[in-house]
């Protein structure tokens, strides 16, 4: 798919609201913003900073800001990073990012900066990009819905938040494996339905998580279709080679795995199994899923 021109904010930014999360990447998110802010002050573009206290917190600060007309700029993780959406995008606001946490998944897909210099220009410049949103349990998500063996283990991962990302997305979901046996999921969209055994269901909108995992390859943030991965209840030692597989998409081509896309999804099954959503937890099942096009104004290189 080509992707669409980007184009000046409009209108142009005359200030940011930098809402910044004091705990994620292990509490490095106001390091990693301060040279970003300090250029920006330099440059004469005007800076609010407020630290969030929750997920409400977030949202709340967000709305406020685009209310005012500021750009909202997401300094933290993939969970902030939603929850700034939640409250941005109902109003018509704009966003960036400032990839602060353990994963940062999202801006991976945005193909971010890392560098503070050109994170300021990125911010500042407002060049932006309409990009699709999912909506489900009352909540915007960003990336990805999910339920099964990668949200139990995202359960570990988050109880488990002094450990290095790259340690603990590796081994909460071997860990997790041992105890594992596949729920019977129904799966219902307009088009198509499944009733099987499976380790894992993903919808996906930018179809990146767990630290690098190009989980659903096909997905595309600008396609206006969910992208649904589901994974057969295959032997459980192959779930290991999945993982591995996963870091480049590969994954999709095993016994097991299949992706098809839809508009609206409702995810159930014979036992209870937490849902996830970009890294924290969502909701308990059943749930629907549905994709907003072009829903969110985003800053982009």
């Given amino acids: 798919m080509t992707e669409p021109t980007t184009q000046p904010a409009t209108p142009p930014a005359t200030g940011c609201t930098a ?11 106001l390091k990693v913003w301060r040279p970003i802010a300090d250029a ?13 206290r929750s997920q409400h917190h977030a949202a709340a600060a967000a709305e406020a800001a685009a209310l005012r007309g500021d750009l909202v700029v997401a300094v933290g993780g993939d969970g902030l990073v939603r929850d700034v959406a939640g409250g941005v995008f109902p109003h018509g606001g704009r966003m ?3 990839p602060a946490g353990r ?8 193909e971010l900066p890392a560098d503070a210099g050109a ?5 500042a410049a407002g060049s932006t990009r309409r990009i699709d949103v999912i909506e489900a349990a009352g909540q915007i998500v960003l990336g990805n819905v999910y339920v099964g063996l990668d949200s139990v283990a995202t359960e570990a991962i988050n109880n488990n938040r002094w450990l290095p990302g790259a340690v603990v997305y590796r081994v909460a979901p071997v ?3 041992l105890r594992w046996h596949a729920p019977t999921f129904t799966l219902t969209t307009p088009d198509w339905t499944a009733t099987a055994a499976m380790h894992q269901v993903v919808v996906g909108n930018s179809g990146r998580y767990g630290y690098g995992l190009d989980i659903v390859p096909s997905a595309r943030l600008d396609s206006g279709l969910l992208h649904v991965l589901t994974i057969g209840d295959v032997p459980r030692r192959h779930i ?13 081509e095993e016994d097991g795995v299949e992706v098809r896309t839809t508009t609206q999804i409702t995810l159930d099954a014979d036992r209870q ?13 059943p749930v629907t899923v549905t994709i907003r096009p072009s829903a969110l104004e985003l800053v982009i290189p």
């Avoid at 910044?20 to 990447?25: A, C, L, R």
């Avoid at 994963?103 to 945005?110: V, W």
């Fill in 96 to 98: 960036a990012i400032v």
């Fill in 273 to 285: 199994v937490p849902v996830h959503a970009d890294g924290d937890y969502l909701c308990e099942l």
């Fill in 240 to 252: 290991v080679s999945f993982i591995n597989k996963a870091k480049t998409g590969r994954h999709t």
């Fill in 40 to 52: 920006l002050a330099a440059s004469g573009f005007p800076v609010t900073e407020e630290l969030t």
């Fill in 119 to 123: 994170l300021a220009s990125m911010i």
């Fill in 175 to 177: 860990g997790t494996i």
């Fill in 103 to 110: 994963g940062n998944d999202f801006a991976r897909k945005l």
């Fill in 19 to 29: 809402l910044i999360n004091p705990i994620s990447g292990g509490g490095r998110a």
